[in-house]
């Protein structure tokens, strides 16, 4: 997928995104505050993750009800694996982390703190 395309792609996800992930990124935006501005729909290589923080290496995805489908898990590792490949860090979290703002927030900011201390 070229760079445009990959553009496009992203801006049709966040126009079209589920209501847990427009909440989590009400939530993950205020992380700019802590000097952790974070991307929606960043596109990376040849994938389109939910969130990513782009300073710290880090992708937060949310798995909504799609990922419950069989053979979704596979192809969550292997993209997973691809983009660990490139050096990045996955936080995959339930959707329902949307909902709740500070258990985000806190889960998010934890994962910063253990990627600091390695």
Known sequence: MRDGQKIKLARRLRQTAPKSEQRAWETLRRLRKFGLPVRRQHPIDRYVVDFAIVSKKLVIELDGAAHSIPGRAELDAEREKAIAA??????????KFGEA?????????????????A
């Open 101 to 117: 703002p500070d258990a985000l927030a806190a889960r998010v900011l934890e994962e910063v703190r253990r990627q600091s201390e």
């Open 86 to 95: 490139l050096g990045w860090r996955v936080l995959r979290l339930p959707a």
